[in-house]
């Protein structure tokens, strides 16, 4: 595949779009000299559209054919047996896996040109760190931080009784790929845990205050913090981090004091139609989960989906979407590895797969509107890669970089939208390319973040972010 004309590398390592060369072209007009041009084209930062940012990571490598960009022209043998429907936008389709989420087209827009401009990052665990970073992992002198944990260092959150950064659950396969990189401990994703979160049992264990813990004890104890901040503040610099530290401190003592910290992981506390609306089972639970953190005012939500191993699911026992094997199966793909490793599954078409992602994705999205929150909550729909156009010798799809789609909506994002394409068989992208790097760039521009100016290391070294990347253009 090769890039369109425009899309070429600058001096400092990043490339120019269409939206730089508009403005470089203004300036010129303006009479305005060259260094004054490259000022402009490097300076990034503005009026933040974003007040929080929801990401939907669906790991495992999400098939694009199947889903958002569908491909009914491919020969039978490796066309994809769900058929196309229209969307709520005229000229615009999915298929019919999505066809509940058509219904709310005109509120989203399909990015249908990612990959990766790099080889390096094709398996689950670099794959998702590179989605959760929009930093390249492969070679890089020093490890990238998530970008919510650059989101965390740089603006905080308005929610003082919560942390800034949240996955629900964080704890599948990938999750473990989160990354603080060279930021202090402070920026740390809080993973809520839970294998089943549809379970009416399920909580966070430790944030219900004990009894204990109230009236003059606890203040007592936030006292002594006190007194032991006053008594650190001779000792020398890097001994430790008392920033760190004390955001630590104050998320915890808010954690334990607001009565509000229990009502948001409660999911019993929303009226049943609304619970219904997302779906029953753990991926409806959890993207209702995302919305009730935005609702607090959690500056970053990342929910992170593998529907639990249940009795009622025989041979399901690694739900996620790495449909190496019989991909197209009516239940289970298979228990044994005896073909390309795509054990464990069920078929993309299965209610615990595809049906409940429609289901519970456009009820969070119509659900974030009706509140109020979608006009200022960035809703990023992501997967670290896509699947392979061609079915295996298995029938299932393997991983593939070249081309794939991901979702936006809110803040400011104009919905009813197409971005990019990739050729007839889904292989590879024909035009508007963007990478990982592009989609980091535009959730930094959203939320505000300047970022030509950088963060530093603990030994005062500074490190440039979201660099690598411009923001997409159609999505601003």
């Known amino acids: 595949m090769t890039p369109p004309p425009w899309f070429r590398e600058r001096a400092d390592g990043r490339p120019f779009t269409r939206r730089t060369a508009l403005k470089l ?23 933040a559209a974003a007040k929080n940012v929801l990401v939907i990571l669906e790991q495992g490598g999400l098939s694009h054919m199947d889903t958002w960009d569908p491909k009914p022209d491919v020969v039978a043998d490796h066309r994809s047996p769900f058929k196309p429907v229209d969307t709520n936008v005229p000229g615009i389709r999915f298929t019919e896996l999505l066809s ?11 990015v249908r040109s990612m990959y990766h401009a790099k080889g390096g990052a094709d398996a689950h665990p670099n794959g998702t760190q590179y989605a959760l970073s929009g930093a390249h992992p492969s070679g890089a002198a020093i490890e990238m931080p998530d970008i919510g944990s650059v989101v965390s260092q740089l603006i905080g959150s308005e929610c003082k009784a919560l942390p800034p950064y949240i996955m629900v659950p964080g704890n599948d396969e990938q999750a473990a790929e989160t990354r603080t990189g060279f930021l202090p401990a402070s920026t740390r994703v809080f993973k809520t845990g839970g294998n ?5 049992g399920w909580t966070i264990h430790g944030i219900v205050p004990r009894a204990e813990n109230q009236g003059p004890r606890f203040e007592t104890r936030h006292g002594l913090r006190d007194a032991l901040d006053r008594q650190q503040a001779g000792h020398p610099a890097g001994a430790f981090d008392p920033q760190g530290m004390d955001r630590f401190y104050d998320q ?17 506390r929303e009226p049943p139609k609304v619970r219904d609306g997302y779906g029953p089972g753990h991926r409806g639970a959890c993207y209702l989960m995302g919305r009730k953190l935005i609702e607090a005012g959690v500056r970053f939500v990342t929910v992170d989906v593998r529907w639990p191993h249940t009795p009622d699911l025989p041979g399901g026992f690694n739900l996620n979407w790495d449909h190496h094997d019989l991909i197209y199966a009516k239940g289970s793909c298979g228990t044994i590895r005896d073909k390309a490793g795509g054990e464990g599954r069920y078929g993309i078409g299965h209610w615990v797969m595809m049906g409940s992602v429609d289901q519970a994705y456009s009820t969070l999205i119509a659900d974030l509107h009706d509140r109020g929150l979608l006009a200022e909550t960035l809703v990023c729909f992501v997967t670290e890669f896509g699947r392979t156009p061609r079915l295996n010798k298995h029938q299932g799809r393997d991983h593939w970089t070249k081309a794939y789609s991901v979702v936006f909506a809110g803040a400011g994002v104009r ?6 394409r990739s050729d007839k ?3 590879y992208v024909l035009d508007q390319p963007h990478t990982p790097e592009d989609y980091a760039a535009t959730i930094y521009e959203k939320l505000g973040v300047d970022r030509s100016r950088p963060l530093y290391t603990s030994s005062n070294r500074p490190v440039y972010f979201g660099h690598a990347g411009e923001p997409i253009a159609q999505l601003m």
């Open 25 to 47: 072209g203004t300036a010129g007009v303006l009479g305005w000299s060259l260094p004054q041009c490259l000022a402009l084209a490097a300076k990034t930062g503005s009026r």
């Open 100 to 110: 509940k989420t058509a219904k709310v087209a005109d509120k989203l827009a399909v």
């Open 196 to 200: 089943d979160l549809a379970d009416p």
């Open 252 to 268: 915890a003592f808010d954690l334990l004091g607001s009565p509000k910290v229990a009502g948001v992981f409660d999911l019993k």
């Open 415 to 420: 919905g009813g939208q197409v971005v990019g």
């Open 425 to 427: 068989e889904g292989g």
